[in-house]
């Protein structure tokens, strides 16, 4: 069942730069439709950043089939 959240996925298998923003893809979670992470750079990207960043799925709502491996 880890399969089902954050169990078996690597955040950084792709990513990009943009000005002000950092993209993260992020293969595996979520019955592996895999989800993508974006950052506000603003900030400085050297500082460590130790907050865990979760957010409600809601199931049947993604645009993604499950076990499609998004990220």
Not at 19 to 30: Q, R, V
Request: aromatic share 12%; with cysteine.
């Amino acid at each position: 069942r880890e399969h089902e959240e954050f169990g078996f996925c690597q955040v950084g298998t792709s990513s990009s730069l943009l000005h002000n923003n950092l993209i993260l893809g992020s293969p595996g979670p979520y019955t592996w439709r895999g989800t993508i992470f974006a950052l506000d750079t603003n900030e400085n990207l050297l500082e460590s950043d130790h907050t865990v960043y979760m957010a409600p799925v809601e199931d049947g709502v993604s645009p993604v089939e499950k076990y499609s491996y998004l990220g």
